[in-house]
């Protein structure tokens, strides 16, 4: 792997991770669910294209599915703290764009450590890659 091709997917990774922050701090309860997951997706796209391995729809599928499914679980506990007027507003969308962040450049950083060491990605990888980072963020 070269150093241009991580700066590649580093980019890619920090720029969903401001995407990331900028969608939780909405202030409309389970509004950033729906956004988080092209984000992310996009991200994990991104750092394939810079490693110059091709994504299948199959693929996408995939991270897609499994990036949804946490995603909402995540933003449940945030979104509710949302319903409370003032504080909880606030509270809720900072809580949320701190694990946005947290969670999308988790991800995006361990799918770059696998393409270092590895020098590919397979689904089932990409698809431990995402769960094992949710279940650790979230236990937090």
Do not use: C, W
């Not at 949320?96 to 397979?122: C, M, P, R, W, Y």
């Not at 990409?126 to 963020?137: A, C, E, N, P, Q």
């Amino acid at each position: 792997m070269t150093i241009v091709q991580k700066e590649r997917a580093m980019k890619a990774v920090h720029t969903a991770s401001v995407a990331a922050a900028g969608v939780a701090l909405s202030p409309i309860p389970f509004s950033d669910a729906m956004l988080l997951v092209p984000i992310q997706t996009m991200m994990i796209t991104n750092i394939f294209k810079a490693y110059g391995q091709s994504t299948t729809r199959g693929l996408v599928s995939g991270v897609v599915q499994a990036t949804t499914a946490t995603t909402l679980g995540r933003t449940a506990v945030t979104s509710i703290i949302k319903f409370v007027p003032g504080i909880g507003t606030v509270v809720g969308a900072l809580i949320g764009s701190g694990v946005a962040v947290a969670i999308t450049e988790s991800i995006g950083q361990k799918l770059i450590n696998q393409f270092e060491e590895h020098g590919s990605v397979d689904t089932e990888s990409l698809k431990s890659i995402i769960k094992t980072v949710i279940l650790k963020k979230i236990r937090k």
